[in-house]
């Protein structure tokens, strides 16, 4: 019963270290939008002045509340602070903010809206203004945020964003992944990935971050790598003259049509595509405008970076790698830079406008984006609050984990540890060189587990490291020697039988000298045998004869009366047989016939005296 008791509890125990790892795994997850919205987080708290936002259908509520409810729930004065990943699943994305709204607070978002370092993702619109367009959905903005005024978005990065217009969508200009309007606004430290695309029907103005200005902006220490796609044909015949409308193609901005702008600390890495009639494009800020009070307007672009040569041009070949600005009097282009060779874009237009306005005075090509010189000169310029820092391929910021390189250090000591075995010694050192060769040195900070498991990888492959075998072949020679040989031909075999019995056949290839002994030792027994002498053959005793028959004697015949007596002549004897070599007569039988033939003769003399 003790036993059972004791059982459960580690059981019991065992599933309470598990749970706070299973809900770090549910919280690592991003919460993943069902297309319905919530608002339940703002009935009865209208008076507060901040706001957490912990699922995406909450964040779909705020949108509603936004466009619903115009100038009473913009939300000024408020904050906003996100507290989670969120994944936005593909589901068709209604803005915060529509157009109605585009350069006052009404069906605006008003407020400051904190990212807190998170991330949304898979942000997807392919709603647009058509000729079917019901007023009443709103449907007309793209973006995260369709517009925002006398607000600020902070801390925030779009991931994997589709944003697609209607080819015969009529809405106006400014379409971009995170803001399509903004006016009088910020945005600090955020980022977009992903791609949109305009419409055929009506101009845009697309931005990998914001898609127009207004008013007073600035935007400072961004980032895109989106793909934007200008796509305005005039398919339709909607412009009489169709030269007269361009798209607007921008990086981080596809247009400022009023108020002043900053722009600095900015980078751009994505692509842009120019399939319009005709289209002002470049690496930052597509085009700059003025379409009320010159003399409050003005742009200025500083320290930002183009990294990427891949923008294209229309066919009259207006794309700057920095901004196509027009304005020599409200334009300041200063320290910025861009990359030499491949395409020969002017920084901007400023140039070929005013004399005393150089390619030089804008900033300058750079070859290697990674130089530590490129570096110190952004940190020199930076504006308050920028950190800049070495990226993976070129600078980046300190709070960009996703272009920082990871931290290989576990890596390096396992290809150290892996480096110091000898190859040659194991028989599964391939998997080994199989995690090695899979090490791949391009990972982010934000990648850090992907690391790890290539650093745990290699060191799996070391630790499951085992060696050859040791070579037995001396010992396999020396054993067959040793059964060639006949046994029974030596006086002790014992030695040979001893060192073949203590070979062990377990020894691995650092282990070749105890193996090279093993052979050794029955060599060594081998060459100790001893001979047995060889003995001399006993002679082979010859086999007793059986008697010979005796031979025949002639009986005396008895003297007739009166007849004298005969004349006693010896009797002839068979002649004497000298034995050869192989006759089958021994030596006894001729001594016993020669004793014969001598007592015959006796006989015959003895009866001759006598008589």
């Known amino acids: 019963m003790k036993k059972r008791i004791a059982s459960l509890l580690a059981a019991l125990a065992l599933c309470l270290t598990l749970l706070p790892m299973a809900a770090f795994a549910e919280d690592a997850a991003p919460d993943a939008w069902d297309g319905t919205a919530d608002t339940s987080w ?6 507060d002045a901040v706001y957490h936002i912990t699922t ?10 936004v466009n619903t409810a115009p100038g009473t729930t913009n939300f000024q004065g408020k904050s906003f602070v996100l507290e989670n990943d969120l994944d936005l699943s593909g589901h068709e994305w209604i803005s915060i903010g529509t157009v109605l709204g585009g350069t006052d607070p009404e069906y605006s978002f008003c407020g400051v809206f904190d990212g807190n370092g998170h991330v949304i993702s898979n942000l997807y619109s392919h709603d647009s203004d058509t000729d079917n367009y019901d007023e009443a959905n709103n449907l007309l903005r793209n973006a995260l945020f369709g517009n925002v005024y006398d607000g600020e978005i902070k801390n925030l990065g779009i991931d994997n964003a589709e944003i697609w217009i209607d080819p015969y969508d009529n809405s106006a200009p400014g379409k971009g992944l995170l803001v399509d309007w903004m006016s009088g606004s910020k945005i600090t430290n955020c980022w977009t990935s992903g791609s949109i695309t305009g419409g055929s029907k009506m101009e845009q103005s697309l931005g990998g971050l914001v898609g127009v200005t207004f008013r007073d902006c600035t935007i400072s220490g961004c980032y895109s790598t989106a793909t934007i796609t200008g796509n305005y044909t005039n398919s339709t015949g909607y412009y009489n003259d169709p030269t007269y409308a361009s798209d607007a193609l921008g990086g981080i901005v596809g247009a400022q049509l009023d ?5 600095s600390d900015c980078w751009f890495n994505g692509t842009i595509v120019v399939k319009s009639v005709q289209a002002s494009a470049a690496g930052i800020i597509g085009f700059t405008g003025d379409f009320s009070t010159p003399t409050n307007n003005s742009t200025t672009i500083s320290n930002c970076l183009v990294t990427t040569p891949d923008m294209g041009a229309d066919s009259n070949g207006n794309t700057c790698w920095i901004g196509y600005l027009v304005d020599p009097d409200t334009c300041t282009v200063t320290n910025n830079l861009w990359p030499s060779g491949g395409n020969n874009y002017d920084p ?22 990674t130089s530590s010189d490129i570096l110190t000169s952004l940190q020199q310029n930076a504006a308050n609050g920028v950190q800049w820092v070495a990226g993976i391929s070129h600078p980046t910021f300190a709070w960009d984990s996703r272009n920082i390189l990871a931290d290989y250090t576990a890596v390096d000591n396992a290809v150290a540890a892996a480096q110091k075995k000898d190859a040659s010694l194991y028989a599964n050192y391939d998997a080994v060189q199989t995690a090695l060769d899979a090490v791949d040195r391009t990972k982010s900070k934000a990648q850090q587990a992907e690391v790890a498991t290539m650093a745990k990888a290699i060191e799996d492959a070391i630790a499951a490291l085992t060696y050859k075998p040791a070579d037995y072949t001396a010992v396999d020679a020396a054993i067959a020697k040793a059964g060639a040989l006949n046994r029974d031909d030596y006086t002790d075999f014992s030695a040979v039988d001893a060192a073949i019995n203590a070979v062990d056949r377990s020894k691995n290839i650092t282990q070749q000298a105890d193996v090279d002994a093993m ?16 003995a001399t053959p006993a002679p082979t005793e010859a086999p007793t004869p059986a008697p010979a028959a005796p031979a025949a004697t002639a009986q005396p015949t008895a003297a007739p009366t009166a007849t004298p007596a005969p004349v006693v002549t010896a009797t002839p004897q068979p002649p004497v047989t000298i034995p050869q070599t192989g006759d089958s007569m021994n030596v006894t039988l001729l001594f016993a016939l020669t004793l014969c033939s001598g007592a015959a003769l006796g006989l015959a003399a003895h009866k001759k005296n006598r008589s």
Do not use: R
């Not at 108020?259 to 722009?263: A, D, E, S, V």
């Not at 052979?519 to 001979?531: C, H, S």
């Open 42 to 47: 703002y009935v009865g708290h209208e008076s």
């Open 56 to 65: 995406a259908e909450q964040l779909a509520g705020l949108a509603q509340l």
């Open 259 to 263: 108020g002043n702008l900053t722009i």
């Open 348 to 369: 901007s237009p400023l140039e070929y406008i005013d004399s005393t306005v150089t390619a030089d005075s804008q900033g300058s090509a750079v070859s290697d984006f």
């Open 519 to 534: 052979a050794k030792a029955i060599e060594t027994a081998l060459d100790a045998l001893v001979v047995k002498p060889t």
